[in-house]
């Protein structure tokens, strides 16, 4: 069990993940919740989100290795998936051929083990060989073992780890470079890995080599290795904070020698070129880049103490960069423009570089691009591309040099979008910046205060919540008269690095009041209505329901809590909580606990106030987000004397849900819920 700071805390014993007590009081408030929501309109919805999540005609989304393109397959009849491959041209024709290598629910019935599918790592140049990551029921802690690609069967003998978040890459055939918390003195307070370690086959992992140890309260470690055929070069990050790394590139000799970039700078190093995202301004010789410029300059001619960089990209207000990439010779930038996506391709091209937009991206879309993968040792020249958006379904594109985009796999409708329309909206918050949101519903929305309205928020981590295509918000809430509606507040990624830190730590106030601010403007254009007006987030969004709830339960009458934090006076002792503090701040120092006691949802819980009939979900298997935060905040809503529900799915992770058949009946749950709540 966890300690807390509040060690007067009644629902302490909650914190016990497995403790018989716990998995009783779960087990109670499932079938309670089970009860509330059983019905019709359950059943339906669960079967209608079963069938679409193991249709044949979705899309396959691929990894190329060599001459093989790799997916991992669920449907009705394997929930937990198939790691299977084929070819491009099996691929690109109607009727694909698949090769399976592993049957995941089929290893977990011979095994007695409820695997859940983490990936596998394979070994350039040949991917022969690959470390397959399986996790119990879905956990961040995975198994590692050896696995023989082309006999289809685990290596007797071979590499092998017990459950643990631990992550492994090849060396050479005969070595792994290992991050993993396993040990004493191996893991950070935040529970995961603080060193690197050489492991050689046949070898005890006990007496690998330690080759990189970072500090006890440093967030992570982890090794990178670049088999790129004549650029080969191996990585350690030290992560002190969330946001801020130490980054060194292992010599010749063994040596790691310290890349001298901004810590908080996102980098890349691909070939010969070193890549940085800046997160804040930063002069490396003469010039000033500032805050969100993407740069580039040669790496070695950097390690040698050259400091020219090129700019690729110039923020501008409203226009930041949503992600970058390298296929072999290209590099891809996704940006966005006052939230319209916009995909650029740059390369080399002798003493400077060529940048053009590709043709072909729709903006009113989110674009997704990605290298698909190598070619043996060597980095593939083509790009992935996948477009969807609100009421688009998701298709995937081929994006050779020199070639438009080609269309590979299209995602078929799932739900009738004839009569709906998308539209972006903004209101003003309390300090007078403009918070973007976007708005789902009829083409012929009456503006009278009564349409069923569900708003979703995030906001943190520099995450961005833009288009895309939702087969169980289109079905169980816009096919049958709902608004949907998307809120883009501060904390999130939407506009770039400036955006997210105007919601750090003592700034979190900010995020909040955004999305009060977008809920208000709603009730103010008559879209909806106190009484017909729910909310839905997860994780971080968790808390920023828990805090909608506690401060402004007047504005809502349904409120869907997915996997939270809540307890933000004791987060950095509940799980990997540690991790987060600078996201959120450190309620052991004085200024930043003055802050988050004017948020935490679970201190501020209280008899009297007119909170609406919440829905908290989680996870027993959640090693991320602790279930303790849903748990307690269930627990004190009880003895407040509140009405409420839970659900606690004791397979699932993060996600709440292992397998495709528990991800349509957590989606059924939920909107069982918010129909009762908004609809009925």
Aim: charged residues 25%.
């Amino acid at each position: 069990m966890n300690a807390t700071s509040e060690p007067d805390d009644p629902y302490l014993w909650l914190e016990d993940v497995q403790g018989g007590e716990a998995l009783a009081w779960v087990a109670e408030q499932n079938a309670r919740t089970l009860t509330a929501l059983a019905g019709p309109d359950f059943e339906r919805d669960r079967e209608a989100f079963r069938a679409m999540l193991s249709a044949p005609d979705k899309i396959p989304f691929v990894t190329k290795r060599n001459a093989f393109l790799y997916n991992l397959w669920q449907d009705k009849d394997n929930p937990r998936g198939l790691w299977r491959r084929t070819t491009m041209e099996s691929y690109r024709s109607l009727s694909t051929e698949w090769e399976t290598l592993i049957d995941v629910d089929a290893l977990g019935r011979a095994e007695g083990e409820d695997w859940v599918w983490h990936g596998c790592t394979t070994l350039p140049p040949e991917h022969r060989r690959g470390l397959v990551l399986l996790s119990r029921g879905g956990a961040d802690a995975s198994v590692i073992r050896e696995f023989d690609l082309d006999a289809r069967a685990f290596v007797a003998d071979g590499f092998a780890l017990p459950e643990a978040k631990s992550a492994a890459d090849w060396l050479d055939a005969d070595t792994l470079l290992v991050t993993s918390p396993l040990g004493d003195g191996h893991a950070t307070t935040s529970g995961y890995a603080r060193t690197v370690r050489r492991w050689r086959r046949g070898t005890p992992f006990a007496a690998a080599d330690t080759i990189f140890d970072g500090l006890a309260d440093d967030v992570f470690v982890y090794v990178s290795i670049d088999h790129e055929l004549g650029f080969e070069r191996t990585f350690v990050v030290r992560h002190f904070s969330f946001f801020d790394a130490e980054r060194f590139v292992v010599e010749a000799g063994g040596e790691l020698r310290r890349i001298d970039i901004p810590a908080d700078a996102l980098f890349d190093v691909h070939r010969e070129w070193l890549t940085l995202r800046l997160r804040s301004p930063w002069t490396p010789k003469a010039r000033e880049f500032e805050t969100d410029s993407l740069i580039a300059t040669r790496f070695d001619e950097f390690m040698r103490g050259g400091r020219d960089f090129d700019l690729l990209f110039e923020p501008r207000e409203r226009r930041t960069i949503r992600d970058f990439g390298w296929a072999r010779d290209r590099l891809a930038i996704s940006l966005l423009d006052n939230m319209r996506t916009v995909v650029e391709i740059a390369a080399p091209a002798g003493t400077g570089w060529t940048i053009a937009p590709l043709v072909g991206v729709p903006e009113t879309e989110t674009a997704d691009i990605w290298c698909i993968g190598s070619d043996g040792a060597t980095s593939s020249p083509d790009f992935l591309l996948q477009l969807a958006g609100f009421l688009t379904p998701t298709s995937l594109h081929l994006v050779s040099p020199d070639a438009s985009p080609v269309l590979l796999k299209e995602l078929p409708p799932r739900f009738d979008a004839s009569r709906l329309a998308v539209s972006q909206h903004e209101t003003v918050a309390e300090d007078g910046v403009r918070i973007p949101y976007f708005q789902i519903g009829p083409k012929d929305l009456a503006q009278d205060g009564d349409n069923p309205t569900l708003l979703y928020g995030y906001g943190g981590f520099l995450v961005s919540v833009l288009p895309t295509y939702s087969m169980g918000v289109g079905k169980a809430w816009l096919e049958r008269g709902g608004v949907y509606v998307v809120a883009n507040i501060r904390g999130g990624g939407e506009f770039g690095p400036r955006w997210h830190n105007a919601g750090l730590k003592l700034n979190r106030m900010r995020v909040y009041d955004d999305f009060f601010a977008v809920s208000r403007d709603l009730i103010d254009r008559k879209i909806t209505s106190p009484k017909k007006l729910g909310i839905m987030g997860g994780s971080n969004g968790g808390l920023l329901m828990g805090v909608a709830l506690t401060r402004h339960p007047e504005l809502y009458n349904a409120i869907v809590i997915q996997v939270p934090l809540f307890d933000m006076i004791g987060y950095t002792h509940i799980g990997a909580g540690a991790s987060w503090v600078g996201e959120y701040g450190d309620p052991a120092v004085p200024v930043e606990r003055a802050v988050i006691d004017t948020y935490s949802p679970y201190q501020r819980l209280a008899a009297g106030k007119p909170y609406p009939r919440v829905f908290l979900e989680t996870s027993t298997k959640d090693d991320r987000v602790h279930p303790a935060h849903a748990r307690k905040a269930a627990a004190r809503l009880k003895d407040l004397g509140y009405d409420y529900l839970y659900y606690e799915n004791i397979d699932g992770g993060h996600d709440a849900a292992a397998n495709l058949n528990e991800r349509a009946m957590r989606v059924a749950l939920e909107y069982t819920y918010l129909t009762q709540r908004l609809m009925n």
